[in-house]
């Protein structure tokens, strides 16, 4: 089995909209905050630190997938379910299911690269292998 | 073939996180400010008159596949060039294709849903049929 | 002495900027959340509640003044001290201290109104006299 | 007269929240972007170009005020005038006055500083002198 980690949200006044819904894209600011928090739960360190021991600044997406199967309003606690199914060659699958207690409110898979800074392009980045030792922390 | 209307973005300072790059949970706020943009361009009310005048509040979204192709960066002038490939019983696909003049940064497809308040339940939505005079407008 | 509640945050990356410090405007994003938590503390119910009872839509700020002291980046953990130092006429202030543990990152004092509907303007808003059962919870 | 920038903006949906009306801390949002949109109207290179000219990474905000006279919501069209009205020695004050068309909705005052990376601390910033050549292309 995957590691899971939990990570909580508090839904805010300021997440709706005038439809008094959660504005779906705040789910994505949840959920790249939870796939930050699983790595840094797992023991993987800052990327301005793994910038410099393992040349690691982010883990981009490449690909999402995301579906809402019920809204949520501010005064909600929800609970972020994160977890990496999938170890690819130079990519892998972050998984998010999203509840208010019982209920899922909505489920993401992501594909997500390791990547560097490029060598030569300014503002480039270039995917990396997966390092060992963080595949290792999360498995 | 379908209209397409397209919605102009600058990337902004602080739309980039520490690697520089877009951070890409702004890209789904883009999408939603082009989605209603386009609406707009076809000459659809705003939600709180349509409210009124057919009981639609908004266009959740159920569903959401995005791929990223390039990274974008502040400075930059995209296009989100929005349309609606496909009309279903109660539901539409709405597709963004994003591009950097010629190059496309990403792609996505979303199906989304008409919807009112919920006659019972308060804060609650129901899905709508489609409105015949949106559809018009939009095609 | 004025009732105070904190309202803790932890700084993520997406809220940095490429000069890797918290984008400004994030701090308004969390002080409205602070401002929410500090009434739900209090006892206060969700607006859309004290619509019916009341016809408090919100407490909108209608003056703010902020200084920054650090900077703070993602790992941070941050607590917004907030109090309610004085009750005026039709209007409040409302403080936020935000510390990371001992250092002071920022303080804020906004001037908020209690609003509803307005009778005869769409979309218009009025101020109103405070609720003095939302006073005496909050002080 | 010092030189006036306008910064145009379009309300949408997602920028208001459930009284109908823009959720506050987008006006920092918009107003850091028309910082920025001032400094490049102005001719001022990116940050990442002047960290290898002159070292400056950003400006960041020390001090700031708002005060908030009508409301806005989606649909409206805004025009953010920008300005430098002082020059300190470290620092300048920046100005907004935001229209809506002849109505004003809000005005702001900031204090900002020009900074570089900070040379011992990592992810530290220190103040510069105000660079003589953005301040005669700004003024």
């Given at each position: 089995m995957a590691k899971e980690i939990i990570y909580p949200v508090s839904v805010e006044f300021g997440d709706c909209d005038p439809a008094r819904i959660?504005?779906?894209?705040n789910f994505f600011r949840w959920i790249d905050h939870a796939s930050r928090h699983f790595f840094v739960g797992c023991g993987v360190p800052p990327w301005h630190e793994t910038e410099k021991t393992?040349?690691?600044i982010g883990t981009p997406v490449v690909d999402t997938k995301a579906r809402f199967f019920k809204t949520a309003t501010y005064g909600d606690a929800l609970q972020f379910h994160v977890s990496i199914p999938e170890w690819r060659g130079k990519s892998f699958v972050m998984r998010y299911r999203v509840m208010r207690g019982t209920d899922q409110i909505m489920e993401c898979d992501e594909v997500r690269l390791f990547v560097g800074r490029h060598p030569t392009e300014p503002n480039g980045i270039k995917a990396l292998d997966i390092p060992q030792e963080i595949r290792t922390l999360c498995e």
């Open positions: 959660v504005w779906f894209p393992m040349g690691v």
